[in-house]
């Protein structure tokens, strides 16, 4: 009989775990049996936080265990000490709003908690004997499980519209979450962006909350302002150490720009990579600084030439060329507002000027100066080439609901 793991317990290279069998004791006191099918997750580049994910088979045999032969998805996290509020906390609040509100349309977006557990240590050192996920820099001496239900990746879509639908759908919870529930999510990457089907129609969810805070909390201590995020996907203000003005909302509208510029641009396809050399490559291998120096430049060449999209996803021309001239030019313009150049589709220039009435009010960081807002990132996202998209919320109200 195969060897059977306290899941706190493993110590081996986390790609070797594949196939091991762990003893899991659930929040319910039921002891089950789980199968590591594969490695979806190793943090590598992120920062912030250290984690391990894979999904898992569970194999019990007893009567009333109901999840009996599913695929789940089982997350170990290692935070830092004094790490915002934990995951399982903030997506029941979420849901608690969800259905306070009728607002269920978002349910549909969010994460599916199974279950979770945390594991405390006498000492930090403890940790050496567990899996080895963690960078060195990680500190702490507790371990969260969290179980998911089964969500898919990006890479499984194979229909430019529906990858339309899921970033259209990211942008739309992301704020709800926002808005309406109160939490910024701080760590958008093209890992935790995933989609469910239901009834055969596709749903974008937004994944891991691990960093993410309560806005009300944004600033009360070391945790809510701490630099987070996946670093090819972070904002270029958040990869400056000279950045004093914290984790803003803009941020993580920045970063659904980088993950849909780094798809369009470094695959040839979903899942197969662009041939070598691909673009951006330093984004995913240099340190803060580097990769800093590198996005600062990206945003001063926006006139070197277009983005160097693939060919399957010309599609997203549109949306990713509008959105980096707003970013190049707001970041040009720093700190004061700057009229645009009619550079712009029409759609977006009518729009847009309404942000540039009155040229005596203070910047506005939040927004980089009115230029780079939700409100006209929905505008352009709310259609794919030339099809419009299905909205799920707008504020004040659901119209579908």
């Known amino acids: 009989m195969d060897t059977v793991y306290q899941l706190h317990e493993l110590n081996d290279d986390p790609h070797s775990l594949v196939g091991a069998?762990?003893?899991?004791?659930?929040?319910d006191g039921y002891t089950r049996i789980i199968l590591i099918v594969r490695i979806l997750h190793c943090a590598e580049r992120d920062v912030g936080h250290c984690s391990i994910v894979v999904e898992v088979k569970c194999e019990?045999?007893?009567?009333?265990?109901?999840?009996?032969e599913k695929q789940l998805i089982l997350k170990v996290c290692f935070p830092e000490a004094g790490s915002p509020i934990p995951e399982k906390m903030l997506i029941q609040e979420a849901k608690r709003v969800a259905e306070h509100t009728s607002e269920l349309w978002a349910l549909n977006h969010l994460p599916d908690l199974i279950d979770?557990?945390?594991?405390?240590?006498?000492?930090?050192?403890?940790?050496?004997?567990?899996?080895?996920?963690?960078?060195?820099?990680?500190?702490g001496s507790i371990m969260y499980i969290t179980v998911f239900e089964e969500l898919h990746p990006l890479s499984e879509l194979d229909d430019l519209t529906d990858f339309a639908q899921v970033f259209y759908d990211i942008l739309q919870i992301h704020r709800w979450l926002y808005k309406c529930a109160g939490i910024l999510h701080r760590d958008l990457s093209i890992g935790n962006i995933m989609f469910r089907r239901i009834e055969g129609k596709v749903y974008g969810v937004l994944n891991d909350f691990d960093l993410s805070s309560f806005v009300h909390d944004m600033g009360k201590g070391p945790a809510s302002d701490f630099r987070t995020g996946t670093r090819p996907f972070m904002s270029v203000d958040l990869l400056d150490p000279t950045w004093k003005g914290g984790h803003l909302y803009r941020h993580d509208l920045e970063s659904l720009f980088f993950i849909m510029s780094c798809l369009a641009c470094r695959y040839e396809r979903p899942g197969v990579p662009?041939?070598?050399?691909?673009?951006?490559?330093?984004?995913?291998?240099?340190?803060?600084?580097?990769?800093?120096?590198?996005k600062t430049v990206f945003y001063s060449n926006r006139?070197?030439?277009?983005?160097?999209?693939?060919?399957?996803?010309?599609?997203?021309?549109d949306w990713l060329d509008t959105m980096y001239y707003w970013l190049c030019t707001a970041y040009e313009g720093r700190p004061q507002i700057?009229?645009?150049?009619?550079?712009?589709?029409?759609?977006?220039?009518?729009?847009q000027s309404q942000n540039f009435s009155s040229r005596n009010t203070p910047y506005d960081w939040n927004t980089l100066g009115g230029i780079f807002t939700?409100?006209?990132?929905?505008?352009?996202?709310?259609s794919f080439?030339?099809?419009?998209?299905?909205?799920?919320?707008?504020s004040g109200g659901n119209p579908d609901h």
Not at 374 to 382: A, E, F, N, V
């Open 116 to 139: 979770s557990i945390t594991i405390t240590y006498d000492d930090k050192n403890a940790r050496q004997r567990n899996i080895k996920t963690v960078e060195e820099t990680c500190e």
């Open 274 to 294: 662009a041939a070598e050399p691909r673009v951006f490559t330093k984004w995913f291998s240099g340190t803060d600084e580097e990769v800093h120096a590198s």
């Open 21 to 27: 069998r762990c003893s899991y004791k659930g929040s």
């Open 60 to 68: 019990c045999t007893a009567l009333g265990c109901d999840w009996h």
């Open 303 to 317: 006139f070197s030439g277009a983005l160097p999209i693939q060919l399957y996803f010309a599609g997203f021309t």
């Open 385 to 394: 080439q030339n099809q419009p998209l299905e909205t799920r919320w707008e």
């Open 374 to 382: 939700y409100t006209d990132m929905r505008q352009l996202m709310s």
């Open 338 to 351: 700057r009229r645009l150049p009619k550079l712009l589709p029409a759609r977006v220039q009518n729009h």
